[in-house]
């Protein structure tokens, strides 16, 4: 159920199991510590969604936030589901101060977002057994990038997902490669990794030395990889990850990988960018 900002059901409805606020506009920000105690008064919630209309700058909440404590600490022992869409500052505030033992997904969504720390979220991802996350898609578009984490034959919503609104693909792979670093210990577990490519072109904002290492840096929490499925439109700039020349081998970084699949999906990409399919890497068109 939905209930507008400051609605008194808030905090008499304790029976709640399903709480969605927002929109919420600007001139209506809710702080943290106002949010922990609407929260602490519903002991059954299992699904929490809220939504800032109009994204506020993170560097502004976080300036506000420096001047503001934040006193309480709410349990949540039946939430299962949160859905956050605003900034990370936000979220980031909430999140030391809030525990969730049931936890099952998180949905997040970072609107126009360059950078993104994210320290606290790791106790917030999916590390439970049975939904322990073997797969994970990462999406580049014209307008933001995003990240799916789940478990294999999963046909439901996602255990993970996060969307940060973004347009240069040099600074979708630097963000992403920040989220990645945060979410080390979930996405080490995964085996299958697919990237998708739904941009235009890339050829005029591709600065070659400075995001290779950023191509790096993404990829290197992906530890326990054993099929990598790269696009077309990518190929091209994953050839130059793997032709490292820093000293820096491919099996350092994708050490599951079989050695004989990266020296032939080098070869093959020299002669056919558009068509490689190998036993330990997949390019599709």
Request: hydrophobic content about 45%; aromatic content about 8%.
């Amino acid at each position: 159920m939905s209930y507008p900002v400051g609605s008194p059901l808030i905090t008499t409805a304790t029976d709640l199991v399903t709480l969605k606020l927002g929109p919420i506009p600007l001139s209506t920000c809710i702080s943290p510590n106002q949010l922990l105690r609407w929260l602490s008064l519903l002991p059954q919630l299992e699904i929490f969604a809220i939504t800032f209309l109009s994204p506020i700058p993170s560097r502004d909440v976080e300036s506000h936030l420096l001047h503001m404590p934040i006193m309480t600490h709410v349990t949540l022992p039946n939430l299962r589901w949160v859905v956050f869409n605003g900034v990370s500052a936000y979220l980031e505030a909430l999140l030391p101060h809030v525990t969730a033992p049931l936890l099952e997904k998180v949905g997040i969504v970072f609107s126009n977002q360059l950078t993104t720390s994210i320290p606290h979220l790791q106790q917030f991802t999916v590390t439970t057994e049975k939904l322990r996350v073997d797969r994970a898609n990462l999406t580049f578009d014209e307008e933001s990038f995003s990240i799916r984490a789940y478990p294999s034959g999963w046909n439901r919503i996602d255990p993970f997902y996060m969307r940060v609104g973004c347009r240069h693909l040099d600074w979708q792979v630097a963000s992403l490669a920040q989220i990645s670093d945060a979410l080390r210990t979930v996405l080490s577990a995964v085996e299958h990794l697919t990237l998708e490519y739904w941009r235009s072109s890339i050829s005029s904002e591709w600065h070659h030395e400075a995001d290779r290492s950023q191509w790096r840096e993404l990829l290197r929490p992906f530890s326990k990889v054993k099929t990598l499925v790269v696009p077309t439109g990518l190929v091209g700039e994953l050839s130059l990850f793997l032709q490292l020349d820093d000293g820096e081998s491919p099996m350092m970084l994708l050490p599951e990988l079989k050695r004989s699949s990266i020296q032939q999906a080098m070869k093959l990409m020299v002669r056919s960018p558009h068509s490689l399919m190998h036993a330990g890497m997949l390019v599709t068109p």
